[in-house]
Structure formats: structure tokens, C-alpha cells
């Protein structure tokens, strides 16, 4: 991956560089500049200090560039840009941040979301108070593309990754907790060495759905207990229209993490997370692994005990003509999408990175 020279902006650069404490956001970006900017505010806006903001740009232009070298400086905040001449891809520029990180731990944060308020000073509390945790994590507002929060939205969401108030505090199984998706996909707290030492897998090992695959890795090589959910809002998680899961235009290749998700073994609980998960991700993968030419896997997935959808209905009938013809059933999709061919089923893969 080929990238221009990084950019600085910030006061005391040297004298913040691996200074105990030093938290490092890393902040993937492809043509949202607006957005970018909102998010890079919000670690701005943080109380907690010292900070470095690291930014790897994947834009086609220079707008996003221009508009982080314009930035004023803050006291004990460091932002370094780095504009990709080739595209990277989310994998490789989440992992090229990573290995850039000079704070001991990290956040993640996705450049359409933000942080709430003092969430940096929440998650580093909660680390301070578990000692041997690798991971802390809390609830998520979900807001439009405005910025408007969605109150109805944001309880279900929390409430479907068992981001709830009994769930709170250390994880007993981190697996669980991550095969359950209530690390989410962004703005958890983690271990710098960790994380750049697992790095995200490439799309081509576990298509897009690149975050929920390295939170379960994760989960698989964590110390019990060593998953810290904390009851507090941390972040905004945006819908957004042009996002990877509501495109009709990408096959996510759920199928591939569909995959990788059956390997995992363990206890009863951890099976039971499993198989949960794998339910959820049977719809979008079956469609996706007839679009993408894998027949025999498309016919497993829809059926195995994994595929909830009843048989006899228009949904199934949809996904057998994406198996039989997926380019028709491609162009169906994308007109009669409104009406009545596909049903908009929970992301728990990506959720709309």
C-alpha cells in the first residue's frame, strides 16, 4: 500500500509521543469528509488527554486532506493524516493505523460515527477499575444521517447485542460476548499490541464483514472476564444511505464470514452464540454466495437449520432464483427491492460501517 507522507497537526508532538496513558483513535476514511470532520470533532470535544488522532484516508481527491490540515492544534492532541495513493481497503487501512499507534491502547472509530462525551474518560475508567482487561465497550446511540437520534432505534439496537444493564461489567465467556456482537463495531477501547498483532482478515478471508470477525478472534484468544461491557452511551453509530450494508450494489460476501463463523467451537454457551449468530447471517448469505457463483454452498446455507425463513415464501423464492440466475434475480432485487423481494433482516455483521 503506497501513501503519502503523513501529515502532523497538533502541539508538543514529542513530548505526548508513548507517554503513559496516551490513548491513539485510528480512523479509517473513504469520501466522507463531512462526516470525518464531525467525528474527528467529537475526539477533539474529549476531556481526556493526552490524545493522538490517526487518520488513513482511502479518498479518490484531496477534500478530506485540506479539511484535516485546517484544523486548529489542541493542547496534548496530535493528528496524523495519511492519504493512501492506492486504495487500501477497510482491512488494510484499519491495519496500517494500527501498526501506527504509539499509545498502549486504541479506539476504532468509523469516520460517519462519533464519541459521545468524556467516552474516552468512560472506557479508560472502566479499564483502570479490571485489571488484565483487553477490551472495554458500551452502549450505542444510532442516529440518522442529520445526526438526529433515534430513541425506539437506539433501545433496540442495544437491547439486541445484550448491551442492557444486566449484562454489565466483565464478560465471564468474551467469546459469547463477541459471537453476540455486544463488542461492537467501532469505539471499543483495546489493547494496542493485541490489536496489531491480530490485525483485521482481508475481505477475499471474510468478505466485508471484516469487524465482527476480528471481535470474535478476538473473543477467541481473551483471558475470561478480560470483555468489559460498560451501561453508559460512548458513541453515535449513523445510518447512513451509502453505507457497504445497504448497498444493492456490493455483495458483502456474507457467505465467507458464514463460513468462518461455523469453525468455531467451544462450550455450550459459546454454541449456542454461534448459532445465533449463524441464523442471523444465513439470509444475507445465501444470496450473497449465489451472486458470487458458489451454487452448492447458496443451497447448504438455505438448507440448513441455520435458515429461519419459511420455505414456502416469497423471500425464499427469491434467493432460489438468485441460485438458479443471479443476474436476473440481481436486477429483481434492485427494482422491486421497496416492495415486497427483500426484507431488510438485523445487521450484525458490519453494522452499516
Known amino acids: 500500500m503506497k501513501s503519502t507522507p503523513e501529515t ?11 507517554r503513559k496513558g496516551l490513548i491513539s483513535i485510528c480512523i479509517p476514511t473513504c469520501n466522507r469528509p463531512d462526516f470525518l470532520r464531525q467525528a474527528v470533532e467529537s475526539c477533539l470535544s474529549q476531556k481526556y488527554r493526552p490524545l493522538e488522532i490517526l487518520i488513513g484516508d482511502d479518498s479518490g481527491g484531496t477534500v478530506s486532506g485540506a ?19 492506492r486504495r487500501a481497503g477497510q482491512a488494510r487501512n484499519i491495519n496500517a493505523l494500527f501498526a501506527s499507534a504509539k ?40 442516529i440518522d444521517e442529520t445526526g438526529r437520534i433515534l430513541p425506539k432505534r437506539t433501545r433496540t439496537w442495544n437491547r439486541t447485542y445484550h448491551r442492557i444493564p ?12 463477541a459471537l453476540r456482537q455486544q463488542m ?23 468478505g466485508d464483514c471484516v469487524d465482527a470477525d476480528f471481535g470474535i ?12 461491557f460498560v451501561d453508559k452511551f460512548v458513541s453515535e453509530y449513523r445510518l447512513t444511505s451509502n453505507s457497504i450494508a445497504r448497498s444493492d450494489l ?3 460476501r456474507q457467505d465467507l464470514f458464514y463460513d468462518s463463523v461455523r469453525a468455531v467451537r467451544g462450550g455450550k454457551e459459546i454454541c449456542a452464540a454461534r448459532d445465533a449468530l449463524l441464523a442471523r447471517v444465513a ?31 416469497r423471500w425464499t423464492v427469491f434467493r432460489l432464483a438468485c441460485i438458479g440466475s443471479p443476474r436476473i434475480a440481481l436486477t429483481l432485487r434492485r427494482r422491486l427491492r421497496p416492495y415486497f423481494l427483500v426484507r431488510s433482516a438485523p445487521d450484525v455483521t458490519l453494522e452499516d460501517s
Not at 217 to 228: K, M, N, S, Y
Request: hydrophobic share 40%.
Open 217 to 228: 478472534r478476538l473473543g477467541e484468544t481473551a483471558d475470561p472476564h478480560a470483555f468489559v
Open 250 to 252: 456490493i455483495n458483502r
Open 184 to 206: 461492537p463495531n467501532n469505539s471499543y477501547l483495546v489493547s494496542s499490541a493485541r490489536a496489531h498483532a491480530m490485525g483485521f482478515r482481508s475481505e477475499d478471508e471474510v
Open 103 to 142: 499509545g498502549e491502547r486504541l479506539i476504532l472509530l468509523h469516520d460517519d460515527d462519533r464519541l459521545c462525551d468524556d467516552a474516552i474518560t468512560t472506557l479508560t475508567n472502566a479499564w483502570d477499575a479490571h485489571p488484565g482487561c483487553l477490551c472495554v465497550y458500551g452502549k450505542q446511540y444510532v
Open 8 to 18: 502532523k497537526i497538533g502541539e508538543g508532538n514529542a513530548q505526548i509521543d508513548r
Open 283 to 313: 439470509v444475507g448469505a445465501t444470496v450473497d454466495a449465489a451472486l458470487a457463483g458458489r451454487k452448492w454452498m447458496a443451497l447448504r446455507i438455505l438448507f440448513s437449520r441455520h435458515y429461519r425463513l419459511p420455505l414456502l415464501s
Open 67 to 85: 479539511m484535516i490540515a485546517s484544523l486548529p492544534a489542541a493542547s496534548e492532541v496530535e493528528i496524523r493524516y495519511r492519504h493512501n495513493a
Open 166 to 177: 444486566e449484562e454489565a461489567g466483565p464478560q465471564p465467556v468474551p467469546l459469547v460476548a
